[in-house]
């Protein structure tokens, strides 16, 4: 059984390195026209990243609960604010 089933993961590898399906000829630049778009239209369609201080409250409580496992993170938290002691002990915030 496990004779057929790595014969059979063989003959899938060879059929897919053989094919010609992914292959692209190099004179055919139509079929990649629709992958790039304007400026404009991507800048509407992307989210743009928000300052540090834009941070919404669902955002700075899931902060607050990270920073509270941590003893000197929270001490930190009281004294200088969450979004100081979060940088200060795990980095950048990630949103």
Same mark, same amino acid.
């Given at each position: ?11 899938? &590898? ?5 094919? @010609? &399906? %992914?292959?692209? /000829? $190099? #004179?055919?630049?139509? $079929?990649? =026209? #629709?992958?790039?778009? %304007? !400026? *404009? !239209? ?5 989210? !743009?990243?928000? $300052?540090? #201080? =834009?941070?919404?409250?669902? !955002?700075?409580?899931?902060?607050? *609960?990270?920073? *509270?496992?941590?003893?000197?993170? *929270?001490?930190?938290? @009281?004294? @200088? ?6 940088? &200060?002990?795990? %980095? /950048?915030? /990630?949103?």
């Amino acid at each position: 059984m496990k004779t057929l089933a790595i014969l059979l993961l063989c003959s899938l &590898a060879v059929i897919c390195l053989t094919s @010609d &399906a %992914g292959s692209q /000829p $190099a #004179g055919d630049n139509n $079929a990649q =026209e #629709g992958v790039f778009v %304007g !400026q *404009e !239209q991507a800048s509407t369609v992307v989210r !743009q990243k928000r $300052a540090p #201080g =834009e941070l919404s409250i669902t !955002q700075l409580e899931s902060l607050r *609960e990270v920073c *509270e496992a941590n003893l000197a993170c *929270e001490h930190m938290m @009281d004294t @200088d604010g969450i979004i100081a002691a979060y940088t &200060a002990h795990y %980095g /950048p915030i /990630p949103y």
